[in-house]
């Protein structure tokens, strides 16, 4: 992970707001609104809340860093 990313993961909460399958540190494949999948994203923290139509995970790439920043609603995200 970038030092970037790593300066943004501890601004962030490492439990989620609302009750959620997922865990800091869980490896997903994320699923976009178009169906593309992206395999090997982890989980470094959640938003304070979800007001922002349910999205607050926020996940991270092996190779890239994404958009890190922006977080992602459970339903989205699956298990690997």
Known sequence: MSIEVQAYARKLRQTPPVPCE????????YKNEFGVTFTGMRVIGFADDDSFYGRFIHITGPEHAGAY????KPEDLRHE
């Open 69 to 72: 920043w922006f977080p992602h």
């Open 22 to 29: 997922f865990q800091v540190g869980d490896q997903v494949t």
